[in-house]
């Protein structure tokens, strides 16, 4: 079977064509400046001020959640200090959207609780009725639907419903007027709620059972309170006690007083807590345009959703996901959601999806900050010429390499030239599509990172242009020296590169600040190195041992015998075939 010729100007034009579409995704972008981090360009300085005493370790724990939340991706290069024992100071480089500094000042306490009265039905202790849709579904309101997701988890509901514990330890030793939690419960509740389930098992059933029986017929003093309640831009949320008193705050195990805008909710005590939380994320999901945030629940937060999901389907009642004491939604279930994944569909943007999945995801603070935090603008920590500086040396160093090479190497020297050139073009198309997709931020040590790569760059060259004359030396001809010095080079080279690129991975990993900045400019550079190297220098340095001027010897190709070091030119080893 004939052997597959190697075509180098093939894997030249596919690379072309892949760094060509590179260019066409920034241009699709409309940015073609990288973002630079604090210390070249400046940025928004947000300060947090914590109330009461916090201890060092709660603020310090406080201080990492908000670099998890501004830092998710690794490679933004915001700064998240302490200072003093009631600071938490977040440095962003350049313009800061409102949505990232709610991201940095939220709480993120998270609870699942049942709508009991809204302003908008008037009625309290009877479930609105929704206008339905001609498929069932109500209309007009916020959804949770099931997720596409079929693996089911089982486990204890331990919410902290401690006013529901009340309720229900009252209702056993005491007569009482109302319903019990037993005879409220939705048909659909769940089977748990069976003879056969376990004392424990009971008493967690029971707690969600006897929500679902307080939204269902509210006390007259939540009734009271929330008629007095009123919502304004200033308002907060407020807990009703069992003896009737309204106190500001966010207790789990209290019914609550709250507001989505101008709309007013009387909510239930706490179904579900954000510790029960997994995971959480924003997306578009497929043949829809609105964004939503999926959440998926550990076990024991699962079990409770069930039970919710299966009493409040198809009834048009809502439950309210509170976010900070605020009420962020109050859909009505579409669905009964018993694998604890779901979606949470509103009025979100990009932005506010991606916000609230990010604060979400990294955990609430374990201390509370003022109201208002201080965000004002910031200058470059850097003088303005330190870019200038920067850029200036690197490309010093790119001069002084390409007129070395192509000293020595002559000919050869025009593959490191347009090697490096295409390199360059490569990593900064790459910067330019991290900076918008990843939030790749370019600081000082980055831009070092970058010149750092350079060597290595040219030490691939270098190895396979030496491989190249040691064979030439041996008596091949330049044709055949390529193809065997290749061989031979490219093992060097991968692990040379493998080396560079395992410590900067290493150096990512366990560095911080704008250090990880560089280790990732570092490891960057080395992959495309890799590219370069492969798809461009071999196929270039093929192609041209195809031309007399290189493959006869010629003194400007750079492999002529006083560049070799030989006297004469090696005889090529031959092999006689008898006939």
């Not at 019990?180 to 059933?205: I, L, M, N």
């Amino acid at each position: 079977m004939a052997r597959n010729r190697y075509r180098p100007g093939r894997t030249v034009a596919a690379f072309f064509i892949g760094l060509a579409l590179a260019f066409g995704l920034v241009a699709i972008n409309g940015s073609w400046s990288p973002k630079l981090g604090l210390d070249l360009q400046g940025g928004t300085r947000i300060t947090l001020i914590a109330t009461g005493s916090p201890t060092s370790a709660n603020l310090e724990e406080a201080r990492g959640i908000i670099d998890q939340r501004v830092n998710g991706s690794g490679v933004s290069e915001a700064e998240v200090t302490r200072q003093g024992n009631r600071f938490v100071v977040v440095e962003i480089p350049g313009k800061t959207n409102q949505s990232l500094v709610d991201t940095v000042k939220r709480q993120a306490q998270m609870r699942f609780r049942l709508v009991a009265c809204s302003a908008s039905d008037g009625k309290c202790g009877t479930a609105a009725t929704t206008p339905q849709s001609p498929t069932g579904l109500p209309t007009g309101q916020p959804s949770v639907l099931p997720s596409s997701g079929d693996t089911k988890k089982s486990g204890k509901n331990r919410a902290p419903l401690a006013w529901a514990e009340k309720i229900k330890k009252k209702s056993q030793t005491q007569p009482s007027s109302s319903p019990s939690p037993s005879e409220s419960a939705s048909p659909s509740a769940s089977p748990s709620t069976s003879a056969g389930t376990t004392s424990a098992g009971s008493q967690d059933v029971a707690s969600v059972t006897a929500a679902l029986a307080w939204m269902r017929n509210p006390d007259d003093a939540a009734k009271k309170a929330f008629d007095s309640y009123t919502c304004s831009k200033n308002s907060v949320s407020q807990n009703v006690t069992p003896d009737g008193q309204v106190v500001d705050g966010d207790a789990p195990g209290l019914p609550l007083l709250s507001c989505e805008g101008s709309q007013k909710y009387l909510l239930s005590p706490a179904v579900i807590e954000g510790t029960q939380l997994k995971s959480a994320s924003a997306g578009v999901p497929q043949q829809q345009v609105e964004w939503v945030v999926n959440l998926s629940f550990k076990s024991d937060g699962t079990q409770a959703f069930t039970q919710v999901s299966r009493s409040l389907y198809n009834t048009g009642e809502q439950f309210a996901i509170v976010l900070d004491g605020k009420v962020i939604s109050a859909p009505q279930m579409n669905g009964v959601i018993t694998n604890g994944q779901a979606e949470i569909s509103g009025h979100f943007t990009e932005a506010s999806a991606q916000s609230l999945a990010t604060s979400l995801k990294f955990g609430a603070l374990p201390i509370t900050f003022e109201k208002d935090p201080s965000v004002e603008t910031v200058g470059p920590s850097l003088a303005g010429n330190q870019l200038n500086g920067g850029i200036t040396a690197g490309i010093i160093g790119l001069v002084l390499v390409m007129l070395y090479c192509l000293l020595y190497y002559r000919g050869l020297g025009l593959v490191v030239i347009s090697s490096l050139v295409v390199a360059g073009l490569a990593t900064y198309a790459m910067v330019l599509l991290l900076s918008e997709g990843a939030g790749f931020t370019l600081t000082l040590p980055g831009i070092a990172g970058l010149i750092v790569a350079v060597g290595i760059t040219a030490d691939s060259f270098i190895v396979y242009f030496e491989r190249i004359r040691d064979e030439m030396r041996e008596g091949r001809s330049m044709k055949s020296a390529v193809e065997a010095g290749w061989k031979r080079a490219r093992t060097t080279c991968v692990a040379a590169d493998t080396v560079s690129l395992l410590a900067a991975v290493v150096l990512y990993i366990f560095a911080a600040g704008v250090v990880k900045g560089f280790a990732f400019a570092l490891g960057l550079s080395t992959l495309i190195d890799l590219a370069v190297f492969f798809w461009f220098t071999h196929p270039m340095v093929s192609w041209l041992s195809r031309f007399t001027l290189f493959n006869s010897g010629h003194k400007l190709s750079g492999l002529d015998r006083e560049a070799l070091g030989v006297t004469s030119r090696p005889t090529p080893t031959t092999v006689e075939v008898s006939r």
